[in-house]
């Protein structure tokens, strides 16, 4: 874990987070049963190939697309209230590609396919699905990123 991380998380962690953003934003583009609480954040248009390779990427830790998780599709230079999203769902990991951090209303300094912790839930921020598919160096920083985030059972 990034040492930035760990000292934002360790002067948080009695402090309540208030996510920033339009209160236009809708949690309507949202699909899925979110049954393992895990919310992804995608740009707006995915190809059916983006599509398929963000299904295979949770398959290989063992998650449904559309049983296991929220997705959210969202355009990268608009701001999204997260908090609004959230509001009312359980979500315990979120995986956002192609997004700035700051546009989600999260302040926070991270080291991009690195997790971490931030008001009770685990993030990782990663490139656009498009540029993992086309770079094996990407697609194994993201795979390495997983295999930490989401660590198989005995």
């Known amino acids: 874990m990034h040492e930035e991380n760990i000292i934002l998380n360790s002067v948080l962690s009695d402090v309540?987070?208030?996510f920033v953003g339009n209160e236009s934003d809708s949690p309507a583009n949202c699909s899925g049963a979110?049954?393992?609480?895990?919310?992804?954040i995608t740009e707006q248009?995915?190809?059916?190939?983006q599509l398929m390779l963000l299904t295979k990427i949770l398959q290989a830790v063992e998650y449904n697309?559309?049983?296991?998780a929220?997705?959210?599709k969202h355009k990268v230079d608009q701001p999204l209230?997260?908090?609004?999203v959230i509001k009312g769902r359980t979500v315990e990991k979120v995986i956002v590609f192609s997004h700035v951090p700051s546009l989600l209303g999260l302040s926070v300094q991270h080291t991009p396919y690195q997790?971490?912790?931030l008001a009770g839930k685990t993030f990782l921020f990663?490139?656009?699905i498009e540029k993992i598919s086309a770079d094996k160096s990407l697609k194994s920083a993201l795979w390495n990123a997983l295999k930490a985030m989401f660590p198989k059972k005995s």
């Open 16 to 18: 309540p987070i208030f």
């Open 34 to 40: 979110n049954e393992k609480h895990l919310l992804l």
């Open 45 to 49: 248009q995915l190809t059916s190939e």
């Open 65 to 68: 697309l559309e049983k296991d």
């Open 70 to 72: 929220l997705l959210l």
């Open 81 to 84: 209230n997260l908090h609004h």
């Open 115 to 117: 997790a971490f912790q």
């Open 126 to 128: 990663a490139d656009s």
